[in-house]
T-cell receptor
Framework: GAVVSQHPSRVICKSGTSVKIECRSLDFQATTMFWYRQFPKQSLMLMATSNEGSKATYEQGVEKDKFLINHASLTLSTLTVTSAHPEDSSFYIC?????????????FGPGTRLTVT | RKEVEQDPGPFNVPEGATVAFNCTYSNSASQSFFWYRQDCRKEPKLLMSVYSSGNEDGRFTAQLNRASQYISLLIRDSKLSDSATYLCVVGVFGNEKLTFGTGTRLTIIP
């Protein structure tokens, strides 16, 4: 199956700093990538849809100025958590769509565990 | 009402038993249905897509009931390695965004 990587896998940062997370599709091109967040014992919550070459589309309640998304190429999307606070500590997971004919499959990256102290 | 609802469990099932999960969805425009598996502190991985006619993959069988808007997953001859959280996932045709249920936690007991 298709492979999606994320970097870093784990990051600990101090409150007020910014953290950048990279999501890469390794063996296919992805015009659309998604960013999710998962708090402990909760479901994945979609944060935003990242579109190559255009602005990201954010879900209701997600601050676009706090979670900056850049999808500069067909294989790379980045999520920057600006001025991180302890409540931003979470498991951030990206996914990329691989289209095959009229169907598609969504492949997930291994996730980035962010801890803000 | 949540868009995708699942019984969170936990389900503690002896090895070799058969276990079934159900999931209901609220958006009647939903066209894509999946079961994902998520291990602790890992990303979700696609277990199987769910088709209108139902589909089977080894010990796993998925069914879709559009009239009642629910999806089921049956696991036969359960193995210890089946222990995980099973996520019911629904998508709307033409829109690749997926909506995840909260997951059903399954533990297979030796």
């Amino acid at each position: 199956g298709a492979v999606v990587s994320q970097h870093p896998s784990r990051v600990i940062c101090k409150s007020g700093t910014s953290v950048k997370i990279e999501c890469r599709s390794l063996d296919f091109q992805a015009t659309t990538m998604f960013w999710y967040r998962q708090f402990p014992k909760q479901s994945l919550m979609l944060m935003a849809t990242s579109n190559e070459g255009s602005k990201a589309t954010y879900e209701q309640g997600v601050e676009k100025d706090k979670f900056l998304i850049n999808h500069a190429s067909l294989t790379l999307s980045t999520l920057t958590v600006t001025s991180a606070h302890p409540e931003d500590s979470s498991f951030y997971i990206c996914s990329a769509i691989q289209i095959a004919g009229e169907s598609y499959e969504q492949y997930f990256g291994p996730g980035t565990r962010l801890t803000v102290t | 009402r949540k868009e995708v609802e699942q019984d969170p469990g936990p389900f503690n099932v002896p090895e070799g038993a058969t276990v079934a999960f159900n999931c209901t969805y609220s958006n009647s425009a939903s066209q894509s249905f999946f079961w994902y598996r998520q291990d602790c502190r890992k990303e979700p991985k696609l277990l199987m897509s769910v088709y209108s006619s139902g589909n089977e993959d080894g010990r796993f069988t998925a069914q879709l009931n559009r009239a009642s808007q629910y999806i089921s997953l049956l696991i036969r001859d359960s193995k210890l390695s089946d222990s995980a959280t099973y996520l019911c996932v629904v998508g709307v045709f033409g829109n690749e965004k997926l909506t995840f249920g909260t997951g059903t936690r399954l533990t297979i007991i030796p």
